[in-house]
């Protein structure tokens, strides 16, 4: 079976035997991964890598986080996300194609 969701222009597909119902998807922040930089590189290191994701467009799409059965289980994702400093989060609901 054949999944797909798609959010603001975004088409997120799976290929799966499971009944997936939702998709969670966020933006990461921009401003949060500039000040925390990246765990065990220098300073000048994190800042070439924020450089490089910021200008391969990294912090303006949406990505997917996690395929979810039930409701419940997409917003516990949510929640999950809003904590790791993920920003404009959503749940879609899927759509199946056999």
């Excluded at 924020?50 to 391969?56: H, I, L, M, V, W």
């Excluded at 990505?63 to 996300?81: I, M, T, V």
Aim: charged share 30%; proline share 1%.
């Amino acid at each position: 079976m054949k999944l797909t969701a798609t959010h603001q222009g975004i088409t997120f597909t799976r290929s799966t035997e499971r009944a997936y119902q939702f998709i969670v998807v966020a933006k990461r922040d921009e401003a949060l991964r500039r000040s925390q930089g990246y765990f065990g590189r220098s300073v000048e290191e994190s800042t070439k890598i924020f450089d490089e994701q910021k200008a391969k467009g990294e912090f303006d799409k949406f990505n997917a986080y996690g395929w979810c059965s039930r409701r419940d289980l997409a917003d516990k994702l949510a929640q999950e996300c809003c904590k790791k400093g993920l920003i404009e989060i959503a749940i879609v609901t899927v759509n199946p194609y056999l």
